[in-house]
């Protein structure tokens, strides 16, 4: 099983950008389908984006396609979630989640693994 810490979140206003980092130990990250979701406070946990094993391909959530972008070092066994202009609307708790999957999958359920979270704060 993979154990997965985030990083990199904090309070920024409205147009800025931040990156998260998702440091993964304990199995290569390469074996595993990454994935970004985030939750706002009094709402489900949403899929934000993901990338395959391999860093192929990548597939994002239609509020965020322009703006966020996601990449992977296997070799560090990091993942990245770039955010840009960012809107206050973006205001959630952003985890990264890891399944043994060769496609990008986007509930919350097929996902085998998830970090603790790192929270994002856009103001207006």
């Known amino acids: 099983q993979v154990q997965l810490v985030e990083s990199g979140g904090g309070m920024v206003q409205a147009g800025d950008s931040l990156r998260l980092s998702c440091a993964a130990s304990g199995r290569t990250v390469s074996s595993y389908t990454m994935a970004w979701f985030r939750q706002a406070p009094g709402k489900e946990r949403e899929f934000v984006g993901g990338i395959t094993r391999s860093g192929g391909s990548t597939y994002y959530a239609d509020s965020v396609k322009g703006r966020f972008t996601i990449s992977r070092d296997n070799n560090q066994n990091t993942v990245f979630l770039q955010m840009n202009r960012l809107r206050p609307e973006d205001t959630a708790v952003y985890y990264c989640?890891?399944?043994?999957?060769?496609?990008?999958?986007?509930?919350?359920?097929?996902?085998?693994?998830w970090g603790q979270g790192t929270q994002v704060t856009v103001s207006a």
């Open positions: 989640a890891a399944v043994l999957s060769t496609v990008v999958l986007i509930s919350t359920r097929d996902y085998d693994a």
